[in-house]
Nanobody, 126 residues
C-alpha cells in the first residue's frame, strides 16, 4: 500500500511559478511510475506529466511542454512538478498518482494508475 501527499499549491498571478511536490509513503519500487494529473470542476482528470520513480524516463503532455518539468527531488525523496509561466487555464486541482506496473512507456490513462493523492489546488489569477 502506498500513500501520496501533494503539496505546494496556492494562489498566484499569471506568469508566476509554482513547484508541486508528491511525497509517497510505503514501499516504492524503481519501476513505478509517478504521474501528475489535473482536474477542473465538472471535467475528468487530465494527464500532465509522468516519471519513473528512479527518476529516469519522463513524459509530458503537449499542453504544458516547455512550461512544466517533472523531476525526482532526491533531497526530499519526492516527485516534483515545476510549473513556470502559469496561465489562468492552469487553474485546477493537481493530483499525483502511482502506476505500479513496469511499462516500456509511461501511460497517460487515468484508470491505469493505482494510487492517488488527495490533490492540491492551484489557482492562477489573471
Amino acid at each position: 500500500q502506498v500513500q501520496l501527499v501533494e503539496s505546494g499549491g496556492g494562489l498566484v498571478q499569471t506568469g508566476a511559478s509554482l513547484r508541486l511536490s508528491c511525497a509517497p509513503s510505503g514501499e516504492m519500487y524503481s519501476t513505478y511510475t509517478v504521474g501528475w494529473f489535473r482536474q477542473t470542476p465538472g471535467k475528468e482528470r487530465v494527464f500532465i506529466a509522468a516519471i519513473t520513480w528512479r527518476g529516469g524516463r519522463t513524459k509530458v503532455a503537449d499542453s504544458v511542454r516547455g512550461r512544466f518539468t517533472i523531476f525526482r527531488n532526491n533531497a526530499k525523496s519526492t516527485i516534483d512538478l515545476q510549473m513556470n509561466n502559469l496561465e489562468a487555464t492552469d487553474t485546477a486541482v493537481y493530483y499525483c498518482a502511482i502506476d505500479i506496473r513496469d511499462r516500456v512507456q509511461q501511460t497517460t490513462a487515468e484508470d491505469e494508475y493505482d494510487y492517488w493523492g488527495q490533490g492540491t489546488q492551484v489557482t492562477v489569477s489573471s
